[in-house]
């Protein structure tokens, strides 16, 4: 099983500013890597997939970056509503046996 | 739009069985090849995928679960079903059933609301 490690495990920052959130594979899963956003309550939201791809309606301010075992999201211009708790997941094996990071609580400074 | 509603009780007594529905509206459900998948959240944690079945019937299961896990689908009812045997305390969670973007190695891009499911006597 490829295991996802996602840093920090809180982070926070101020509105408006940037936010730079890691996530790492125990193996390469290749650019199979998607990001998504999940806010109390809700479904998580995909993001990004590809590892850089953004997915349908999500705003240029979130980007993904990375390959093989490192992968980076970044949210500039950090908006309230994005406040929210962000997970990584690779969907690198088929058969499939997907597994997602323990995600990152993106906070309001 | 496609549209993915979790059914089932929420509350299962422990050694007993946990049984969900996945209601899928807005498409069918063997219009294309998906492979409809369960996934689950503990309170507080992060997502574990469970497993994914086929319209056709073919299933992948977590091999953490697979013992306990059967997955099915019910085409004329456009749903598909979970059940997971003999549950634990551990196996408190919000259940989610999704679809991913195409067939083959994609993530999900459609979600249900998720049902949460308690186990406790």
């Known amino acids: 099983e490829i295991v996802m490690t996602q840093s920090p495990a809180t982070l926070s920052v101020s509105p408006g500013e940037r936010a730079t959130l890691s996530c790492r594979a125990s193996?390469?899963?290749?650019?199979?890597l998607a990001w998504y956003q999940q806010k109390p309550g809700q479904a998580p939201r995909l993001l990004i997939y590809g590892a850089s791809t953004r997915a349908t309606g999500i705003p240029a301010r979130f980007s993904g970056s990375g390959s093989g075992t490192e992968f980076t999201l970044t949210i500039t211009s950090l908006q309230s509503e994005d406040f929210a708790v962000y997970y990584c997941?690779?969907?690198?094996?088929?058969?499939?046996?997907?597994?997602f990071g323990q995600g990152t609580k993106l906070e309001i400074k | 739009q496609l549209q993915l509603q979790e059914s089932g009780p929420g509350l299962v007594r422990p050694s007993e069985t946990l049984s969900l529905t996945c209601i899928v509206s807005?498409?069918?459900?063997?219009?294309?090849?998906?492979?409809w998948a369960w996934i689950r959240q503990p309170p507080g944690q992060g997502l574990e995928w469970i497993g994914s079945?086929?319209?056709?019937?073919?299933?992948y299961h977590n091999p953490s679960l697979k013992s306990r896990l059967t997955i099915s689908v019910d085409t004329s009812k456009n749903q598909f079903s979970l059940k997971l045997s003999s549950v634990t305390a551990a196996d408190t969670a919000v259940y989610y059933c999704?679809?991913?973007?195409?067939?083959?190695?994609?993530?999900?891009?459609?979600w249900g609301q998720g049902a949460l499911v308690s186990v406790s006597s």
């Open positions: 193996q390469s899963v290749s650019n199979n």
């Open positions: 807005g498409g069918s459900i063997s219009s294309a090849v998906y492979y």
């Open positions: 999704a679809r991913p973007m195409e067939f083959g190695e994609f993530p999900f891009d459609f």
């Open positions: 997941q690779q969907y690198n094996n088929w058969p499939p046996l997907y597994t």
């Open positions: 079945i086929s319209y056709s019937g073919f299933t």
